[in-house]
């Protein structure tokens, strides 16, 4: 895993995710492959895998630069910014 300047700047503790289910799947009618939380705000939005890819599509539309994967047993991040894993 690569570093990353913005790692530094997420708040800390770590936000708490603010849904269970990516609410725009929910609102889309469409299933998540796998969840993803932005770690800036706690927003939860699908993985690239799933139809509608919010969790990218919450990087673009706010800039948030890293997310967490919310799947059991996995505790990997992603830097949009810098493409890499943190």
């Not at 939860?44 to 919450?58: F, I, N, Q, Y």
Request: hydrophobic letters at 30%; charged letters at 20%; glycine letters at 10%.
């Amino acid at each position: 895993m690569g570093t990353c300047r913005h790692l530094g700047d997420l708040p800390a503790p770590e936000p708490a995710p603010n849904d269970d289910t990516c609410p725009e799947c929910r609102r889309d009618g469409t299933d998540p492959v796998q969840l993803r939380i932005c770690l800036t705000c706690g927003h939860v939005g699908c993985c690239d895998s799933s139809v509608g890819r919010h969790a990218t599509g919450h990087h673009l539309a706010t800039g948030h630069p890293v997310m967490r994967t919310l799947e059991p047993g996995q505790a990997w991040r992603w830097c949009y910014v810098d493409m890499q894993l943190v």
